[in-house]
T-cell receptor, first 111, second 112 residues
Framework: GQQLNQSPQSMFIQEGEDVSMNCTSS?????WLWYKQEPGEGPVLLIA?????ELTSNGRLTAQFGITRKDSFLNISASIPSDVGIYFC???????????FGTGTRLKVLA | SQTIHQWPATLVQPVGSPLSLECTVE??????LYWYRQAAGRGLQLLFY??????ISSEVPQNLSASRPQDRQFILSSKKLLLSDSGFYLC???????????FGDGTRLSIL
């Protein structure tokens, strides 16, 4: 099925570093969502974005809804070991009940 | 507040056996419900979604089926499991379209 292009696929960073990841789509989205998944658990919602250009923060996390409505970005500042996990973006378009998910960015933090 | 429950958490089944995974949502009414499968280290594949009792939309032809016998209950079934049915199965709900999906803790299914 259709998927978003999410990059990078994986990241190894030092504790304290900032992290950036993004998602791009060939379609315009009405909503962008960012989730974190830890091993053996379901994805947990981090940030939801509803308008083009919207910038929303959740603690050390900041996400943006791209102006073109075809991309979104997630930044994590001053990473800590508990940031380890897989980060997924997801989006919705009008006229369908389906949510399209990215392929995930696997983040590992080295203490 | 709303909560979502999936069970069992893990399941080991022989090839050819039947399957029934259950998902229930509390604290909301008429949710949109979804079943996803996730292969190890991979993204989420949408299997089924439902916008109301008895209404099921299937995304991929496969060995599985879904049912929604009650407003907040979503069941994933199979009559005969295949090795390829192994994976991590996730149920999700949303109040309305364009609102965030919320996921259960998943069921790890291993087929022997």
């Amino acid at each position: 099925g259709q998927q978003l292009n999410q990059s990078p696929q994986s990241m190894f960073i030092q504790e304290g570093e900032d992290v950036s990841m993004n998602c791009t789509s060939s379609s315009i989205f009405n909503t962008w969502l960012w989730y974190k998944q830890e091993p053996g658990e379901g994805p947990v919602l981090l940030i939801a974005l509803y308008k083009a250009g919207e910038l929303t923060s959740n603690g050390r996390l900041t996400a943006q809804f791209g102006i073109t409505r075809k991309d979104s970005f997630l930044n994590i500042s001053a990473s800590i070991p508990s940031d380890v996990g897989i980060y997924f973006c997801a989006g919705t378009t009008s006229g369908t009940y389906k949510y399209i998910f990215g392929t995930g960015t696997r983040l590992k933090v080295l203490a | 507040s709303q909560t979502i429950h999936q069970w069992p958490a893990t399941l080991v089944q022989p090839v050819g056996s039947p399957l029934s995974l259950e998902c229930t949502v509390e604290g909301t009414s008429n949710p949109n419900l979804y079943w996803y499968r996730q292969a190890a280290g991979r993204g989420l594949q949408l299997l089924f979604y439902s916008v109301g009792i008895g209404q099921i939309s299937s995304e991929v032809p496969q060995n599985l089926s879904a049912s929604r016998p009650q407003d907040r209950q979503f069941i994933l079934s199979s009559k005969k499991l295949l090795l390829s049915d192994s994976g991590f199965y996730l149920c999700a709900w949303t109040d309305s379209f364009n609102q965030p999906q919320h996921f259960g803790d998943g069921t790890r299914l291993s087929i022997l």
